[in-house]
Nanobody, 117 residues
Framework: QVQLVESGGGLVQAGGSLRLSCAAP????????MGWYRQAPGKQRELVAI???????NYADSVKGRFTISRDNAKNTVYLQMDSLKPEDTAVYYC???????????WGQGTQVTVSS
């Protein structure tokens, strides 16, 4: 079973920064889009940012100008740099990878991000 491994969550004050990482096994190939989603208590999971295999990015309006998604294809890793964090960014963040040779859609275990006011 494919496991995406996330790291980098934590507690930070408003205005601070965090960097999330998510790695797929190095043995895997053919990773298509990679992205980050988040789910706050009582809310549905929502897309935060996504990046194609060629580096094209897309962001939720709520994070544009504050978050930056990037990836290192040689390491099968996607990153999310989060700056100017707000209390409303508090959520569990999940990474996602679309990997067609392995049957499709895979998720990380989730990492908690808490922003205090």
């Amino acid at each position: 079973q494919v496991q995406l491994v996330e790291s980098g969550g934590g507690l930070v004050q408003a205005g601070g920064s965090l960097r999330l990482s998510c790695a797929a096994p190095l043995s895997m190939f053919g990773i298509n889009a990679m992205g980050w989603y988040r789910q706050a208590p009582g809310k549905q999971r929502e897309l935060v940012a996504i990046i194609s295999s060629g580096g094209i990015t897309n962001y939720a309006d709520s994070v544009k100008g504050r978050f930056t998604i990037s990836r290192d294809n040689a390491k099968n890793t996607v990153y999310l740099q989060m700056d100017s964090l707000k209390p409303e960014d508090t959520a569990v963040y999940y990474c996602n990878a679309v990997i067609p040779p392995y049957g499709g859609n895979y998720w990380g275990q989730g990492t908690q991000v808490t922003v205090s006011s």
